[in-house]
């Protein structure tokens, strides 16, 4: 039998560390001066290991946001990367399904109360520029669930805040910048094999 691939190296720290400076210089300057070429350019010159990270930057960024002009801005540079080809492979949903911002949502409301909804809407552009499959709602809501299993959160809140990041996303993939129907998100789960139903029911009633 052939040998066993050799593992892949671990990452370093520090290019680590300045890949994600890059990422957030590169949001910061689109949000003042919104230019595409140089965005996509900048973006085309980092290696692929940039699209996991971009997306925890956005994460971040649009948590921190607090101006609704800036904020749509953030949102707005997600397709223009996505047109460019920057923005492709399996790193973003690995990524974002870690990144300890989303699974544990309900202590991040604790700072930004509007978390569910700015994150939702940032998870379901995402999934209508299909970066994200549906079924990685299922799987970060699930993970939300899990990580915030302590006595010191009430179960409640948990399922609240839930429901309002699945509510968001949906209503984000749906709207998709044109608008799509209802039939769209139905088969695309159906292709994808996500329990769109089971997203649906994460969020009705949970508010």
Do not use: H
């Not at 892949?8 to 210089?25: G, H, T």
């Not at 997306?55 to 397709?79: D, I, N, S, T, Y």
């Amino acid at each position: 039998p052939a040998p066993a691939p050799a593992p892949a190296p671990a990452p370093d720290p520090a290019q680590a560390e300045r890949l994600k400076r890059s990422i957030s210089s590169l949001v910061d300057e689109w949000v003042e001066i919104a230019n595409e070429r140089e965005a996509t350019e900048c973006m085309a010159e980092l290696p692929d290991s940039a699209v996991g990270v971009f997306g925890e930057v956005m994460v971040g960024k649009v948590l921190e946001e607090a101006k609704p002009a800036r904020l749509e801005r953030l949102f707005a540079l997600v397709p223009v990367l996505v047109r460019g080809g920057q923005l492709r492979g399996p790193a973003l949903p690995r990524a974002l399904l870690a990144c300890e911002s989303l699974r544990m949502l309900t202590d991040v409301m604790t700072d930004y109360t509007r978390a569910p909804e700015t994150l939702g809407r940032l998870a379901g552009l995402m999934t209508a520029c299909e970066l994200l499959p549906l079924k990685w709602l299922e799987d970060v809501s699930q993970a939300m669930l899990s990580e915030a299993d302590d006595e010191f959160t009430p179960a409640e809140l948990v399922r609240a805040t839930r429901g309002r990041f699945v509510r968001a996303a949906l209503a984000e993939a749906l709207r998709g910048g044109e608008g799509r129907p209802l039939a769209w998100l139905r088969e695309r789960a159906s292709a994808e094999g996500a329990d769109l139903l089971r997203a649906v029911d994460a969020a009705d009633g949970e508010a």
